[in-house]
């Protein structure tokens, strides 16, 4: 009995996922079968060799009556799995850590999205909507999850980044394909010597991370320039593929354009809000939608991505006003945004449209009208367009009137399947969890926007509903004084994107969409495209991270504003 004592509280320390009871302990067979024929949960896992998620469940409840415990989480059994490969007791089973993973949404893209955020500075707006908190960036609230998980570390940039990254390891990723979203207010209203401290500590994170190594370098040092930091992302584990940053329209210019080149920047998401400027002018957003066509343009013209941030139910405005302006946003060549973000107004304790709704001042809409209003500018939405959100994950008890359906996004596609209606959205139709289908097709949907001629590149299944890979080809006409130098009479790839389950560089997983050379073919149709049309020189914009990739495909780096460009 002492020796089965012994031996049972043994496996109880070395695995704590598990504990004998006194009831197993006298009956040898008990522990015999515990010690020989499952070792520990994971040796019996893998001898149960489950492939789907009802197999996992199934041999999760026979582990749990074994031992006699409750049923172990995805996230313990991952744990422990990797602590016995790491062993060298198991042999990697890249099916059963597929099963294992958790959030398994959050790689669905192709990415890892990883979102940041700068501290508690002033914002040049006055916006009657936007909430203010003394200890938050501006137009964010403490109780946001990433705003306040960055609260939490003080806003650390490179204490995020870590952090982050352990959370998307504990739950069974591999994010080695890093999408860096620097949220925070205006960006281009912070000190210029925060940006260049904030973006250095960025990709030193992603540099040094060794999954759950401890923070061992948390100050930069002074030979560490930006220049050297981004050529060392070129080479690390977890690349930075895209960065983007939050800012008005009317601070977009091309020395702010040029300087967001410096750091990698790659999208740029900027506060339209509204093209009604009876509104703009009501809510005191100070700028119009001259401002908004103007950035725009600027910013396509450098290669960016283009991302609108769009409020429906602000005061002054209609319903039928609301679904005017987004006709009007993919119609009107000045606008046609790569991305949304759709924010519907709500009224918040802690900002000046607090006091007019308590004054009478203003009344959101009906929920009838709200869901009509959405339904119709869901449908507006072009294939070329991703809708990255809709309605801000700000808690509903805070929220004192209008829209408190934080998961409108699935409400909103239950009354769309009702009306018989669907989205377009690239969103909507990402392989995600699926495979290359037989019938994927190429596609070349042209559009005008922004005096450019924009050409979106698809694998896409035969009815257009599947999305498998896109480029976004610009052919600039830019006016003298719109555009880098360097980029002078010179076709853009603006975004190169494979969708589909996230996977690392360099594995080749049969069932995966990424990795099956679809990113090369576009490219080529892309540069055979831009040479027809008369282009002598190509260029992408690339993160720091997929440098290499381009390089293999006969792409420079252009030092200075970090472009890859090609002579055709």
Known sequence: MAIFLTIGWFV????????????????????LYALIAMNNPIHELIRLNPKTEAELSSAKRKIA????????????????????LKANSISAVPSLETLLMTRKTRTLSGVAPLTVSTKAFPCPGRCTYCPTEVRMPKSYLSTQPAAARALSLNFDPYLQIQRRLDAFYDNGHRPEKIDVRILGGTWSFYLKNYQTWFVKKLYQAMNEYVAHSGREQNKIKARFTLSALQDANESATHKCIGLSIETRPDYVNMQEIIRLRTFG????????????????????????????????????????KVAYHIMPNLPGETPEGDIKSFEELFTDPDFKPDYLKIYPCV??????????????????????????????????????????????DIPSHQIL???TVTNYREFLQKKMAERGL???????????????????????????????EEHFISYESLNKKILYAFVRLRLPHARKGEYIPILHRTALIRELHTYGQLAPIGEHSAPATQHKGLGK?????AENTARSAGYKKIAVISGTGVRSYYRKLGYRLEKEFGYMIKTL
């Open 265 to 304: 920047v790659t999208k740029v998401e900027i506060g339209v809000q509204s093209l009604n400027d009876d509104v703009q002018r009501r809510t005191k957003r100070d700028h119009g939608k001259q401002e908004s066509a103007y950035a725009t343009r600027l910013l396509k013209n450098a290669g960016f």
């Open 65 to 84: 009556r074994a031992f006699r415990m409750s049923i172990v989480t995805n996230r313990a059994l991952l744990a422990e799995y990797r602590d016995l």
């Open 401 to 403: 009137a209008g829209n």
């Open 12 to 31: 109880r320390l070395k695995y704590s996922i598990y504990v004998f009871s006194v009831p197993q302990l006298l009956f040898p067979c008990t522990i």
């Open 347 to 392: 009224v918040l304790k802690n900002s000046m449209l607090y006091r007019e709704w308590q004054a009478g001042k203003y009344e959101p809409y009906s929920s009838q009208e709200f869901d009509d209003v959405l339904v119709r500018i869901k449908s507006l939405v072009p294939r070329w367009t991703r809708i990255e959100r809709i309605f801000r």
């Open 422 to 452: 669907f989205c377009r959205c690239i969103r909507c139709r990402e392989v995600r969890s699926g495979v290359l289908g037989r019938d994927a097709k190429i596609f070349d949907e042209t559009y005008t926007a922004s005096e450019g």
């Open 521 to 525: 073919k576009l490219m080529a149709i």
